[in-house]
C-alpha cells in the first residue's frame, strides 16, 4: 500500500482528495501548509505528495523547490493540484521540481491514473540523483577562478575560457 501527502490548506479539498485515494487503497497522511508538509516529510514513509499551489507562509511551488534539494526526499513523486490553469503557473510547478500537474476540478479516474502512473516510473530516485549530479556538475564547471580583468582603450574585458 503506497502512501500519499496531501498539502493543502483547504480543508474541504484535503478531505476530497483523501476519499477519492483511500477507496483506491492508498494510505493518505495530510498538511494544511507546506511546514506541516516538510514534518510529515521528515518522518519518512511517504510514496508521493500531491501539493497545492497556494498555501498560506510557503508556496506548494517552494514546497517542490524544498523537496527536491532535500537528498532524503530528492526523488519523491510530486503531483500539483490546483485550480490555477495559468500556463506560466503550470511552467512553474514543474520548473520547482513537480513531476506532474492537475487542474482542479479533476476526475476522480484521472486523479488516480495519473499518481499510478507516478508511482510506476522507475528509477524515479536514480533519475533524480543524476539530474542532480549533471546540475551540480554543470555549476560547478561555471564556477571557476575569474580570468584576470585587462584594459583595452579604458574598455574592461573580461576573459572566459
Known amino acids: 500500500m503506497f502512501t500519499v501527502l496531501i498539502a493543502d490548506d483547504e480543508v474541504d479539498h484535503r478531505d476530497l482528495l483523501s476519499l477519492a485515494l483511500r477507496r483506491f487503497g492508498y494510505r493518505i497522511v495530510t498538511a494544511e501548509d507546506a511546514g506541516g508538509a516538510l514534518e510529515v516529510l521528515a518522518q519518512g514513509g511517504v510514496d508521493a505528495a500531491l501539493i497545492d499551489v497556494r498555501m498560506p507562509g510557503i508556496s506548494g511551488l517552494e514546497l517542490c523547490r524544498r523537496i527536491r534539494s532535500d537528498p532524503a526526499v530528492e526523488s519523491l513523486p510530486i503531483m500539483v493540484v490546483s485550480a490555477d490553469v495559468h500556463r506560466d503557473r503550470i511552467t512553474d510547478a514543474l520548473h520547482a521540481g513537480a513531476d506532474d500537474y492537475l487542474c482542479k476540478p ?24 543524476a539530474i542532480a549530479s549533471r546540475a551540480a556538475l554543470a555549476a560547478a564547471r561555471h564556477v571557476t577562478t575569474p580570468a584576470p580583468i585587462t584594459r583595452c582603450e579604458d574598455v574592461r574585458i573580461r576573459h572566459s575560457a
Not at 113 to 119: E, M, Q, S, Y
Open 106 to 129: 479533476f476526475a476522480r479516474d484521472e486523479l488516480v491514473a495519473r499518481l499510478g502512473d507516478l508511482l510506476r516510473r522507475p528509477g524515479t530516485g536514480t533519475i533524480r540523483s
